[in-house]
């Protein structure tokens, strides 16, 4: 009997034993920020892109952090001192969580990738707004920063979380008396995974510019999040500078080339007439307007109503020249119209208007109407309506 028990407790002993050598079932996925979607990325030819070396922990993106005394430049460090901004608005830095539908930037030392890749390092989120015109981006213009030689750009890129993004992710800046930025680009689409990216800035040495990290996704997808791991500029503290040349941007027009350019922008009616919001209850989502685009080299006009839906985003094609940039709604009583105008500020109240500059084929982007002579009690001058523009 006694040989029995022992027989049946060597048995149970061998059945506990092999139950704990049973793999583990498969766990529940990890739980990602927010569908985020991501852009894409393009490449010139000083750019390099790399597979990442494998890491030794499974889900883990390991990045070595710069050695100590080579960043010359921190792009996550100098989020807030850049202006960010999409096609449509500008964007506030910090980000307020859950407000995106506009566009979105943010700084972080931790996110997850495509993959449910796990990355521990100093990171940039971002999207260009979800449900906008085709052809938005995200646009960082960072302040400026003199170019030594050896100078390299460095940073891993992909897709937020599991967002099904497609799109280029670009380093530009303005080359001397240019009306576009140049710069580099690298395509990047989901399922790539983490791809190291860099740039030889040499060509810039002793050159003072204003860099733009841009992301430009595909037209046909939206509500793209992306992420630049750890984007900085090397430098070798060794490094020793070359005569600075400023090159910021500029715009001249050449007289003799009248091909048309484009504006483009959103109108502001948040300090505008409350009965003009009325009928929509957001300030952005309000009665339609006139836009109108004086052209203050040749004094002709060019106008455009926004959407009868509210819509606030306009896109006008003009010549060349320089323009001021007006809208008007309907007015109340004896007043006929009220106007809002671009200042080059928002908020902004009383401002003189801002003269912008439109280069053959050129598009000047972000024309954001936001000081309305209402709330400001009329202090600014603003053209008066053209008799032939009707108001919506």
């Not at 715009?251 to 922008?265: H, Y």
């Not at 109340?332 to 208007?353: F, I």
């Given at each position: 009997?006694?040989?029995?028990?022992?027989l049946?407790?060597?048995?149970?002993?061998?059945m506990?034993?092999?139950a704990?050598?049973?793999p583990?079932?498969?766990?529940?996925?990890?739980?990602?920020?927010?569908?985020?979607e991501?852009?894409q990325?393009?490449?010139?030819?000083?750019?390099?892109?790399?597979?990442?070396?494998?890491?030794?922990t499974?889900?883990?993106?390991?990045?070595?952090p710069?050695?100590?005394?080579?960043?010359?430049?921190d792009f996550?460090?100098?989020i807030c001192?850049?202006?960010?901004?999409?096609?449509?608005?500008?964007?506030?830095?910090?980000?307020?969580?859950?407000?995106?539908?506009?566009?979105?930037?943010?700084?972080?030392?931790?996110?997850w990738?495509?993959?449910?890749?796990?990355?521990?390092?100093?990171?940039?989120?971002?999207?260009p707004?979800?449900?906008?015109?085709?052809?938005?981006?995200?646009?960082?213009?960072?302040?400026?920063?003199?170019?030594?030689?050896?100078?390299?750009?460095?940073?891993?890129?992909?897709?937020?979380?599991?967002s099904?993004?497609?799109?280029?992710?670009?380093?530009?800046?303005?080359?001397?008396?240019?009306?576009?930025?140049?710069?580099?680009?690298?395509?990047?689409?989901?399922?790539?995974?983490?791809?190291?990216?860099?740039?030889?800035?040499?060509?810039?040495?002793?050159?003072?510019?204003?860099?733009?990290?841009?992301l430009?996704?595909?037209?046909?997808l939206?509500?793209?999040?992306?992420?630049?791991?750890?984007?900085?500029i090397?430098?070798?503290?060794d490094?020793?500078?070359?005569?600075?040349?400023?090159i910021?941007?500029?715009?001249?027009?050449?007289p003799?080339?009248?091909?048309?350019?484009v504006i483009?922008?959103?109108?502001?009616?948040?300090?505008?007439?409350?009965?003009?919001?009325?009928?929509?209850?957001?300030?952005?989502?309000?009665?339609?307007?006139?836009?109108?685009?004086?052209?203050?080299?040749?004094?002709?006009?060019?106008w455009?109503?926004?959407?009868?839906?509210?819509?606030?985003y306009?896109q006008?094609?003009?010549?060349?020249?320089?323009?001021?940039?007006?809208?008007?709604?309907h007015g109340?009583?004896?007043?006929?119209?009220?106007?809002?105008?671009?200042?080059?500020?928002?908020?902004?109240?009383?401002?003189?208007?801002?003269?912008?500059?439109?280069p053959?084929?050129?598009?000047?982007?972000?024309i954001?109407?936001?000081?309305?002579?209402?709330?400001?009690g009329?202090?600014?001058?603003?053209?008066?309506?053209?008799?032939?523009?009707?108001?919506?």
């Amino acid at each position: 009997m006694k040989k029995y028990i022992f027989l049946c407790s060597a048995a149970v002993l061998l059945m506990l034993l092999t139950a704990c050598n049973q793999p583990a079932a498969n766990p529940e996925p990890i739980e990602t920020l927010a569908d985020r979607e991501p852009t894409q990325t393009m490449l010139l030819p000083t750019e390099t892109t790399a597979e990442l070396p494998a890491s030794a922990t499974p889900n883990l993106l390991e990045i070595d952090p710069p050695l100590p005394g080579w960043v010359a430049f921190d792009f996550v460090a100098e989020i807030c001192n850049a202006t960010w901004s999409t096609n449509a608005t500008y964007l506030s830095c910090p980000a307020e969580p859950n407000e995106d539908e506009g566009g979105y930037i943010e700084a972080t030392d931790h996110t997850w990738l495509e993959g449910v890749i796990s990355v521990n390092a100093p990171v940039l989120i971002g999207q260009p707004g979800k449900g906008y015109p085709v052809g938005i981006g995200l646009f960082g213009k960072y302040p400026p920063f003199t170019v030594y030689p050896g100078d390299t750009f460095q940073s891993v890129i992909g897709c937020q979380g599991n967002s099904d993004c497609a799109g280029d992710f670009y380093l530009e800046y303005y080359p001397p008396g240019a009306t576009r930025t140049v710069g580099w680009k690298w395509s990047h689409r989901v399922g790539d995974g983490p791809q190291e990216v860099s740039a030889d800035l040499s060509e810039l040495a002793g050159q003072t510019v204003e860099f733009y990290l841009v992301l430009r996704p595909e037209d046909d997808l939206k509500d793209q999040w992306v992420v630049w791991v750890q984007p900085y500029i090397k430098r070798d503290p060794d490094a020793q500078p070359l005569p600075t040349q400023e090159i910021l941007p500029t715009s001249t027009i050449d007289p003799e080339d009248q091909t048309p350019g484009v504006i483009s922008g959103m109108v502001d009616m948040a300090s505008a007439p409350p009965y003009l919001k009325s009928s929509y209850g957001e300030s952005n989502t309000s009665s339609p307007v006139a836009v109108v685009f004086f052209n203050l080299s040749d004094g002709t006009y060019w106008w455009i109503h926004t959407s009868l839906t509210g819509h606030p985003y306009y896109q006008m094609t003009v010549s060349p020249g320089e323009y001021q940039v007006v809208a008007y709604a309907h007015g109340v009583g004896d007043v006929p119209y009220v106007e809002g105008g671009y200042t080059g500020k928002n908020p902004s109240c009383g401002k003189n208007l801002k003269t912008i500059t439109v280069p053959p084929n050129g598009r000047v982007e972000n024309i954001v109407i936001a000081d309305w002579n209402w709330t400001c009690g009329g202090t600014a001058y603003r053209q008066p309506k053209p008799e032939g523009v009707p108001l919506p």
